[in-house]
Nanobody, 120 residues
Framework: VQLQASGGGLVQAGGSLRLSCVASGNIFAINNMNWYRQAPGKQRELVASITRGGYTNYVDSVKGRFTISRDTAKNTVYLQMNSLKPEDTAAYYC???????????????WGQGTEVTVSS
C-alpha cells in the first residue's frame, strides 16, 4: 500500500491550498484517514481526521479554516485549507488505517510529506 500526497506549495497569508492523498495497493477497506503536520523543531500534530462514516475532527487552531473530506470510491482524502496563516507552515502528512482483507486487522500507513509554506 502507498499513500501519495500532493498539493503543497507556497502561498501568502490569507490564501488557500487543497491537499490530496490517494491510497493505492492491496486495499479492502479504509477506516480513519488523517492529516498530520510537523513544523521545524516541533512535534508532529494531528490536524484533522475523518472516519469511514464521515465524522470529522479538527485541532482547535484550524477549526473554521480547514475542511477534511474523503472520496471513498477513490481511496482519497482531501484537506481544504483556507485563511492560511504563517503558523500553518509545516510538512503535512496523510495517514490511513487500512484493512487488506475482510478478516485482517487495521494497518497504519503514512504518505510522504508535502510542504506548505505560508508567507506573511
Amino acid at each position: 500500500v502507498q499513500l501519495q500526497a500532493s498539493g503543497g506549495g507556497l502561498v501568502q497569508a490569507g490564501g488557500s491550498l487543497r491537499l490530496s492523498c490517494v491510497a493505492s495497493g492491496n486495499i479492502f477497506a479504509i477506516n480513519n484517514m488523517n492529516w498530520y503536520r510537523q513544523a521545524p523543531g516541533k512535534q508532529r500534530e494531528l490536524v484533522a481526521s475523518i472516519t469511514r462514516g464521515g465524522y470529522t475532527n479538527y485541532v482547535d487552531s484550524v477549526k473554521g479554516r480547514f475542511t477534511i473530506s474523503r472520496d471513498t470510491a477513490k481511496n482519497t482524502v482531501y484537506l481544504q485549507m483556507n485563511s492560511l496563516k504563517p503558523e500553518d507552515t509545516a510538512a503535512y502528512y496523510c495517514n490511513a488505517m487500512i484493512m487488506h482483507t475482510s478478516l485482517s486487522g487495521l494497518n497504519n500507513y503514512w504518505g510522504q510529506g508535502t510542504e506548505v509554506t505560508v508567507s506573511s
